[in-house]
């Protein structure tokens, strides 16, 4: 049996619950090495502006190690964040027949890819939507993967971007990115967390708009409430949940508009996170620029059945979200687009949702722990050929 050793840098509540699948249904022999402990033990997330740990278990029902962080700064925001001079030495001694590696653009990464301990498979959701790499950057990767024996691709503009720089078909491997669907479901917990956030928000019957994430101007959270704000539509609310440098601006543009019902909830942890989307009947995710590499969220709405609206720019836009079948798209770059794909959903979602609901769930079920592993799989044996 091939032994896979897994280079991340900290345990996330998308890759942890994952790795525990795997642990439980397969025969796969992996450990998992973290290189900060960032999400386990409370920090400063800058972006949210607060601390916080998740409120999930991330380490349980896999092996795994932390290899100690010896940065200055440690954190993913920069390039010296992840220094872990012991990483090539504990992976030796462990004696992998393949390393998965996340992402490349740190210290230990590219000191790890430049004396391999033994093949390696990569892993990353970068995008080129509404993008055009400089040549530099183009004969830079193109080196770069090449020294990777297989390639996971997330979804389709992920798949564009390996092939962009080089990536031959051949060494790519649908690994789709996906969430623990068996907590994104519409239990009696949920429902009932949900009617108690309906009350304290004092939505009465009104259908609710959902925003869900950091309030940062990249998510174009000011873009949604704009739109919401002019379409002024009686029988439904705007919700916010989350946190950042956005929100005293969004409130105070909301409450100098009596004729909208706008709402904000704080940053959820993830227990939290169900009744959120079993508050909404429309999820919005109008990211612009390269920022949305994917858009979890999306998956994780869509696991309890909620439609979704995105821009263009969002990652996982051309696997889930198909305009008018699983969902409603805008361009990103067009001002009057977003108020114009809103228009539509709340106009769908005033009729019969039965079949694009059906369509939803259809949609979501092919991106799953199972096919993930699938593509990892198919991915270690090729490295392993290789080698």
């Not at 025969?27 to 409370?42: I, K, S």
């Not at 020294?147 to 992920?158: D, M, S």
């Not at 858009?295 to 869509?302: H, Q, R």
């Amino acid at each position: 049996m091939s032994r896979l050793a897994i280079v991340l840098s900290h345990p996330t509540q998308y890759y942890s619950p994952w790795f525990r699948w795997m642990g439980t249904h397969t025969r796969l022999d992996f450990r998992v090495f973290y290189l900060w402990e960032f999400g386990v033990t409370e920090q400063r997330d800058p972006q949210f502006g607060a601390r916080f740990k998740w409120d999930v278990d991330l380490l349980s029902g896999y092996d795994h190690e932390f290899v100690p962080n010896v940065a200055r700064d440690p954190g993913t925001h920069h390039f010296n964040g992840l220094h872990n001079p012991e990483l090539a030495e504990r992976l030796r001694a462990w004696h992998p027949d393949a390393v998965l590696l996340f992402g490349y653009a740190w210290r230990t990464h590219l000191g790890l890819i430049r004396r391999p301990p033994a093949p390696f498979i990569f892993r990353g959701d970068s995008h080129l939507i509404g993008h055009s790499p400089s040549w530099l950057k183009r004969f830079v990767l193109r080196r770069l993967y090449a020294r990777f024996a297989a390639v996971t691709f997330v979804g389709e503009a992920n798949r564009d971007y390996f092939r962009a720089f080089g990536v031959p078909e051949a060494r790519l491997h649908f690994a789709p990115h996906c969430v623990d669907a068996d907590r994104f479901v519409r239990d009696a917990a949920c429902l009932a967390a949900a009617r108690r956030l309906r009350d304290e928000l004092d939505l009465g019957g009104r259908k609710v708009v959902l925003f869900a994430g950091k309030l940062l101007p990249a998510k174009q959270p000011g873009e949604l409430l704009d739109a919401f704000l002019r379409l002024a539509p009686a029988d439904w609310a705007l919700v916010f949940v989350g946190d950042g440098p956005e929100r005293a601006t969004l409130e105070t543009r909301a409450a100098a508009q009596s004729g909208c019902v706008v709402r904000f909830l704080p940053f959820a942890n993830q227990s939290e996170m169900p009744s959120r989307y079993a508050l909404a009947d429309l999820f919005v995710l109008p990211s612009r620029g390269l920022y949305e590499t994917w858009g979890l969220a999306v998956n994780e709405a869509m696991h309890l059945g909620v439609p979704c609206l995105v821009s263009d720019r969002v990652g996982c836009q051309r696997d889930l979200v198909t305009e008018g079948e699983t969902g409603w798209v805008f361009a990103a770059t067009e001002p009057a687009a977003l108020e114009a794909a809103l228009t539509r959903a709340l106009a769908a979602l005033d009729g019969d949702t039965t079949e694009l609901r059906l369509r939803i769930a259809a949609r979501i079920g092919g991106y799953s722990y199972a096919q993930a592993t699938r593509g990892l799989q198919e991915a270690l044996q090729q490295a392993t050929a290789t080698s």
